[in-house]
């Protein structure tokens, strides 16, 4: 059973800045990512990192958040710097495995006080 684990959010005051983390059980990834919901909206695509080290960001979050990945352990993170509290949502990490299939994890809260 291929799990997600995800930790780092937290509640954080305007302009401050968290790092998500999300640690995958499966190895045979084409990408992974992430997308947030907040309160009322659709879930939306925010950063995604290729097996060949290439991102993705929307552009809502470019120039504050950063992608990275680091394969040996099998890690995703996502530095989020001067986060604005219209960053606030539950993230969600994925993973598109080669099989075709993906994968979601449980989500994380973060929360961005004006």
């Known amino acids: 059973q291929v799990q997600l684990v995800e930790s780092g959010g937290g509640l954080v005051q305007a302009g401050g800045s968290l790092r998500l983390s999300c640690a995958a059980s499966i190895f045979r990834i084409n990408a992974m990512g992430w997308y947030r919901q907040a309160p009322g909206k659709q879930r939306e695509f925010v950063s995604r990192?290729?097996?060949?080290?290439?991102?993705d960001y929307v552009d809502s979050v470019k120039g504050r958040f950063t992608i990275s990945r680091d394969n040996a352990k099998n890690t995703m993170y996502l530095q989020m710097n001067g986060l604005k509290p219209e960053d606030t949502a539950i993230y969600y990490c994925?993973?598109?495995?080669?099989?075709?299939?993906?994968?979601w994890g449980q989500g994380t809260q973060v929360t961005v006080s004006s």
């Open positions: 990192i290729t097996s060949s080290g290439s991102t």
């Open positions: 994925y993973v598109a495995a080669t099989s075709g299939n993906n994968y």
